[in-house]
């Protein structure tokens, strides 16, 4: 397990998103975190519908209302809680999920590379 270090926990306001890249040992994981009721839920930044980043613009992951994750080129949304698509192209897919935790008010990313 290799922990990297994301930024710190109030960097992310809530109901918010932000996009990362780290270089990971296996190579550059370009992420997204969200922060919705004091948690926080991390995705790669991948559409599971063509594999591209889901922002339009830097850290817009979200759509008007804060409420759903979207994909800015045909719309998909999905929950963010658990990454699952609701509605668009990609319907029943999901997002990829990552593993990070907090640590002394700081989010780190989990891996097993
Ligand atoms: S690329 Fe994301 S919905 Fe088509």
Request: hydrophobic share 35%; aromatic share 10%.
């Amino acid at each position: 397990m290799i922990t990297y270090p994301i930024c710190h926990k109030d960097d992310i306001p809530e109901n918010s998103a932000r996009g990362f890249s780290l270089e990971a040992r296996s190579g550059e994981i370009a992420f997204f975190v969200i922060r919705k009721n004091a948690k926080y839920f991390a995705y790669v930044n991948s559409c599971p519908h063509t594999n591209i980043n889901l922002e339009w613009v830097p850290d817009r992951f979200l759509d008007i209302n804060n409420e759903l994750i979207q994909c800015s080129l045909h719309g998909a949304k999905f929950q963010i809680e658990d990454g699952y698509c609701i509605f668009g192209p990609c319907l029943g897919q999901k997002l990829k999920s990552l593993e990070i935790r907090i640590k002394e008010n700081h989010l780190q990313l989990i891996t097993n590379d």
